[in-house]
């Protein structure tokens, strides 16, 4: 990994979101810095996650996910799901408020916004898998 290059994209302010995904196989969330908008009309979304992660073989399996924008209040929230502090349960949802959207995703409580998508494409992108979905 080129560590200067993760170290200058630590100074980029972006905007700070919970990627989480729900369904047959399990829930699981990740925090993440890199989200855009596709398109506005169809409503399209994508997210960059760490293939690494637990997150990566939920939205695969269960082909959504949900964005959730952190407010700059929700610091701790932030923090759980990168896995900065980890409850006993091991299940990072113990520690936050959160509710079933319409089609199930896990909506963070107090988000400035939270967009439920269904996975249209996977695009590898090395060490990240970049998920399309509509909203």
């Known amino acids: 990994m080129n560590l200067e290059f993760v170290s200058a994209l630590k100074n980029a302010a972006s905007t700070v979101s919970v990627v989480t995904s729900n369904g047959g196989n399990g829930m699981a969330g990740a925090t993440i810095s890199s ?5 506005a009309n169809p409503a399209i979304l994508l997210a960059c996650i ?9 939205i695969k399996s269960n ?7 952190l407010s700059e209040k929700q ?10 502090e980890m409850p006993a349960s ?23 916004a939270s967009f439920e998508c ?18």
């Open 35 to 39: 989200f855009c908008s596709v398109s």
């Open 75 to 84: 610091i701790d929230i932030s923090n759980i799901f990168a896995g900065r």
């Open 118 to 135: 269904k996975v249209s494409k996977i695009v590898d992108g090395e060490t990240h898998n970049i998920f399309i979905g509509n909203v």
């Open 90 to 112: 091991k299940n990072k949802f113990d520690l936050v408020e959160w509710s079933a959207g319409k089609f199930n995703q896990p909506i963070i409580t107090g988000s400035v």
């Open 63 to 69: 082909k959504k996910f949900c964005i959730n924008l």
């Open 50 to 58: 760490f293939k690494k992660t637990p997150l990566d073989d939920k």
